[in-house]
């Protein structure tokens, strides 16, 4: 207990006498990517960082913690930030003009980045019905959320319509503080380039073929509460039996966890064709790249609906805890009536519209193309083609107006 005391003082006295340092020193064209954790190299802040980096702005920074990003960084030649060299962070976060963050945080040891000369701007992680504020939670305010929003200079939400609701409505942003520039992580969906995504996939399963293999994604989303794997709470549902029915028919089922989750995977519960991938062995593990391999997207109430959406292809949803989970954090509009696809309670039935949707495919992406469509319009407008050229110029207009005010 002692110790945690002196700690605190310890970074207090920091933070105080750095307050001095950092209102002395001019912002220069240092960059920070602020991704949702240091231990990952993914989200939209990834293909911003990496666009700028390889066009002509020297001074961009990735934070991280972990030895493999490090290596990956080193090899490209991309410059970082991280803990372990400290003295150097410092530097860096002083004279960090722009800070670029997925989450609604970001990166801000000793209260560094809390300057009126830094411009931060959210990029975003995910806009959708499940955009709501948490209730009834006594560590998570809405005040504390609305507060950590307001933090920012830029709130990017990709579309006219949840700028409105959203953006005014929920988070009381002005309207000079909300842009509608699209998610860098997107602008792939428009290239169609799949090496990486073959790549992990050839890495996690012996048999996948990029040609003859199918896969089923599965994003069961985070909960304010304790919920173990949804797809386990599935009536009738055997892992043995599903796995059979997978490799008799060449399909893989992929399933990953939100970042900030704690439901717990067992071994048992994986087989040859039903994989989990573990963000923590795997950092550079991105969700969307793996989309554009994705054939059938399993979901209950993650915003990977809306960018899966922009793929035009079929979903499912399995929720078996929708009651509770409106309740506790809610939905914007009904949510049922908004999801592009069907929703399953029991096996036998998943089974049946996974059968109907590998034999009559375009039929089922018709049936749902009108709430697919109404879904995008509403949150992420299909424009939206080159969101990183779009947040290079806005880079370049901020150095640019820096300069001339110098």
């Known amino acids: 207990m002692m110790n945690i005391?002196?700690?605190?003082?310890?970074?207090?006295?920091?933070?105080?006498?750095?307050?001095?340092?950092?209102?002395?020193?001019?912002?220069?064209?240092?960059?920070?990517?602020?991704?949702?954790?240091?231990?990952?190299?993914?989200?939209?802040?990834?293909?911003?960082?990496?666009?700028?980096?390889?066009?002509?702005?020297?001074?961009?920074?990735?934070?991280?913690?972990?030895?493999?990003?490090?290596?990956?960084?080193?090899?490209?030649?991309?410059?970082?930030?991280?803990?372990?060299?400290?003295?150097?962070?410092?530097?860096?976060?002083?004279?960090?003009?722009i800070v670029f963050s997925d989450g609604d945080d970001y990166i801000n040891t000793f209260e560094l980045i809390h300057d009126i000369n830094t411009i931060k701007i959210y990029l975003g992680h995910g806009q959708g019905p499940k955009t709501t504020l948490e209730k009834d939670n006594p560590m998570n305010t809405e005040e504390d959320q609305i507060k950590r929003i307001h933090?920012?200079?830029?709130?990017?939400?990709?579309?006219?319509?949840?700028?409105r609701f959203i953006g005014e409505d929920m988070y009381k942003?002005?309207?000079?503080?909300?842009?509608?520039?699209?998610?860098?992580?997107?602008?792939?969906?428009?290239?169609?380039?799949?090496?990486?995504?073959?790549?992990?996939?050839?890495?996690?399963?012996?048999?996948?073929?990029?040609?003859?293999?199918?896969?089923?994604?599965?994003?069961?989303?985070?909960?304010?509460?304790?919920?173990?794997?949804?797809?386990?709470?599935?009536?009738?549902?055997?892992?043995?039996k599903f796995n059979d029915w997978l490799v008799a028919r060449n399909i893989f089922f992929l399933f990953t966890l939100h970042p900030y989750s704690e439901m717990n995977i067992k071994k048992s519960d994986m087989n040859s064709n039903i994989i989990f991938v573990d963000t923590s062995k795997h950092p550079f593990f991105d969700i969307h790249e793996l989309m554009l391999e994705t054939d059938i997207l399993l979901n209950d109430y993650s915003t990977t609906s809306i960018d899966f959406a922009l793929?035009?292809?079929?979903?499912?949803?399995?929720?078996?805890?929708?009651?509770?989970?409106?309740?506790?954090?809610?939905?914007?509009?009904?949510?049922?009536?908004?999801?592009?696809?069907?929703?399953?309670?029991?096996?036998?039935?998943?089974?049946?519209?996974?059968?109907?949707?590998?034999?009559?495919?375009?039929?089922?992406?018709?049936?749902?193309?009108?709430k697919s469509d109404n879904i995008l319009y509403k949150y992420y407008d299909m424009e939206h083609s080159s969101s990183i050229i779009s947040f290079y110029i806005l880079t370049k207009d901020i150095l640019k107006k820096q300069k001339k005010e110098q």
């Open 5 to 97: 005391h002196r700690n605190v003082i310890l970074r207090k006295t920091i933070t105080f006498l750095l307050s001095f340092l950092k209102n002395g020193i001019i912002k220069r064209d240092c960059i920070l990517f602020s991704p949702v954790s240091n231990m990952i190299y993914s989200g939209n802040v990834k293909y911003l960082f990496e666009h700028l980096s390889s066009n002509q702005i020297d001074d961009c920074y990735w934070y991280t913690n972990d030895i493999r990003i490090k290596k990956y960084l080193d090899e490209k030649k991309y410059k970082y930030i991280t803990s372990s060299h400290p003295f150097h962070m410092i530097w860096i976060l002083l004279k960090t003009k």
């Open 151 to 163: 933090k920012f200079d830029l709130v990017n939400i990709p579309s006219n319509d949840s700028m």
């Open 173 to 240: 942003l002005p309207k000079n503080k909300l842009i509608n520039i699209g998610y860098p992580r997107c602008d792939q969906f428009h290239t169609k380039k799949t090496d990486n995504s073959k790549n992990l996939l050839n890495e996690l399963t012996e048999n996948y073929s990029n040609i003859d293999s199918k896969l089923i994604l599965y994003t069961p989303t985070w909960r304010p509460y304790v919920q173990d794997l949804p797809l386990l709470d599935m009536h009738g549902l055997s892992l043995n």
């Open 311 to 370: 793929l035009n292809r079929p979903q499912i949803f399995f929720m078996p805890d929708y009651d509770i989970f409106n309740e506790r954090k809610g939905f914007v509009g009904n949510y049922r009536n908004e999801m592009p696809g069907i929703e399953v309670k029991e096996y036998t039935d998943f089974i049946i519209k996974l059968e109907n949707i590998l034999s009559k495919r375009d039929a089922y992406i018709n049936k749902y193309k009108q």
